[in-house]
């Protein structure tokens, strides 16, 4: 398992325990269901998941099924490809994962 920042550094407790990947699908949720001026209650509903389950693949600490995948895609007109590919080519290593981190006055 790799180190989070540097080998000496502990993980610290507000970085999603996802994988990169992870992250990944869930900031392109997020930008994504924003675009299309969803509210997460009505996403929830159009995909059939819970508003927690919801909060969790966009802080990219699930991996969903691909039927949920498929669902997800559907909902936001897109293929399931655009939800799993980086938005974003010129940042650097570790952005996905930071970029999920929640700040103690966040109130996603």
Sequence with gaps: MGSFAGADEAL???VPLGS????ILGLNVEIKRKA???SKVRFCEL?????????KIERG???????LLK???FVLN?????????????VGG??????RQRSPFDNR
């Design 47 to 55: 995909v059939g998941i819970s508003r927690p389950m919801l909060d």
């Design 94 to 99: 570790d952005f996905y994962r930071r970029s």
């Design 36 to 38: 299309a001026k969803l």
């Design 78 to 90: 897109v293929k399931v490809d655009e939800l799993l590919e980086p938005p974003f080519d010129d």
């Design 61 to 67: 600490e699930s991996n969903p099924r691909l039927d």
């Design 71 to 73: 669902r997800l895609a």
């Design 12 to 14: 610290p407790p507000h």
């Design 20 to 23: 990169e990947q992870g992250c």
